[in-house]
């Protein structure tokens, strides 16, 4: 496989074939990273965080549960991660999350990386709106409040991702400085399978 270094705040994306996978490391630990993917054949059909709940009956992913589109189809399925934790429930952040919530200005958060990367790629920039947050731990309290705490992934942990069909897929590390990057922004690393052409945004 080859191997993909993705800088702090910033995005990579790539084509995945059918029955191929991505290994996504946190190198350094305690970085939440968010992940989505359209079907290569129509990046219409996007994945939807909110089906993948409806189709799994979870908030969370558990290894061997699939992402799934807005067609209601398995996209990628998560088939091995050494942390454990990731969310469904938050949107990727952007413009006015990390200026309002996290004090930082000029940054486009975690959806502009991941438009900037897969607009190339074909894919509709309005469309992309739903992640998957690995290392992300995030509760609901009393059915009604959303808790969110630093990402307990510890340095090296990998999640892999299987593609279920030929799938454009975008990685962004969190933006966030905030309990989403404990200790701040920091780089990840990915694995494709050879020869897969990786567009990154830095
Ligand atoms: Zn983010």
């Given at each position: ?53 409806r ?82 731990r ?37 933006t ?13 690393d ?13």
């Amino acid at each position: 496989m080859d191997h993909v270094h993705v800088e702090a705040k910033r995005g990579a994306a790539f084509e995945l074939p059918a029955g191929e996978s991505v290994e996504i490391t946190d190198t350094e630990g305690g970085q939440a990273i968010d992940v989505t993917a359209f079907p290569a054949a129509d990046p219409e059909e996007a994945f939807s965080a909110k089906y993948t709940y409806r189709r799994t009956g979870k908030v969370r992913l558990e290894t061997g549960d699939s992402m799934y589109t807005t067609a209601g189809d398995p996209i990628a399925t998560l088939v091995a991660d050494d942390c454990g934790v990731n969310d469904l429930l938050l949107g990727p952040c952007n413009e006015w999350i990390v200026s309002e919530y996290y004090g930082q200005e000029d940054e486009i958060g975690c959806r502009g990386n991941l438009q900037a990367v897969l607009e190339p790629l074909g894919v509709d920039p309005a469309r992309i709106q739903e992640v998957l947050n690995l290392f992300t731990r995030v509760t609901v309290t009393d059915h009604t409040y959303i808790d969110f705490r630093e990402p307990p992934s510890e340095p090296g942990d990998t999640a892999e991702l299987r593609a279920e069909r030929d799938a454009l897929v975008g990685v962004a590390p969190c933006t966030g400085d905030s309990v989403l990057s404990e200790g701040g922004p920091t780089p990840i690393d990915l694995r494709v399978p050879d020869g897969v052409e990786v567009t990154t945004n830095f």
